[in-house]
């Protein structure tokens, strides 16, 4: 396998364990477990005999959360919702007594909440002045992110965003491109 070395001259793979301090230990892990298989070799064949390894769970660790005022702006129609940032209460118990009182999973349309269930929850926990507020700030930064996006699909941002992407690639793998801005825009 070929090593790609970086700008700064480190393979590919010690970038990546500067990026993820992790890396290393799950190479580590990955080495143990493949030292840890029993290896038998019978006449002129070998053969691997792996280790099952087993998970088990015996409590599930339950947090509740109060609502609270959202800041998504993915919202379009009332007040987004959130959770806050503190439980209320906790609840330890069984895998199988949680399974079996849990009840039958909701979908995802079943889970999202309309305007008035929204505006009703949080009715509890902030002002009706607060959540309009909310949705003016959410109503700005839509607004803002239509701009921007339409800004970017100028032919000219574009081409940049071409150049731009295509250098930071070959740099990273050690290619030999030209850098600096593009031609045309010099």
Not at 55 to 81: H, M, Q, W, Y
Not at 85 to 100: A, G, H, S, T
């Amino acid at each position: 396998m070929p090593q790609h070395q970086t700008q700064q001259g480190m393979s590919l793979q010690e970038a990546i364990m500067t990026l993820n301090p992790l890396y290393g230990f799950y190479k580590e892990l990955e080495k143990e477990q493949l030292d840890d298989t029993s290896i038998s070799s019978t006449d002129d064949s070998t053969e691997v005999h792996d280790i099952e390894l087993e998970v088990k769970f015996s409590t599930v660790d339950v947090l509740e959360f109060r609502p609270a005022l959202g800041d998504n702006p993915a919202c379009k129609v009332g007040p987004p919702i959130t959770i806050s940032q503190q439980p209320f209460r906790r609840l330890m118990c069984d895998v199988d007594d949680w399974e079996e009182q849990r009840g039958i999973r909701r979908s995802s349309s079943q889970l999202r909440l309309r305007r008035k269930e929204r505006t009703a929850i949080l009715s509890h926990y902030c002002s009706f002045r607060e959540m309009l507020e909310r949705q003016k700030e959410m109503w700005r930064i839509r607004k803002s992110r239509a701009k921007s996006n339409q800004e970017l699909q100028h032919p000219s941002v574009l081409k940049l965003l071409n150049h731009f992407f295509a250098n930071f690639w070959a740099n990273l793998t050690n290619k030999k491109r030209p850098l600096g801005p593009p031609s045309h825009l010099t």
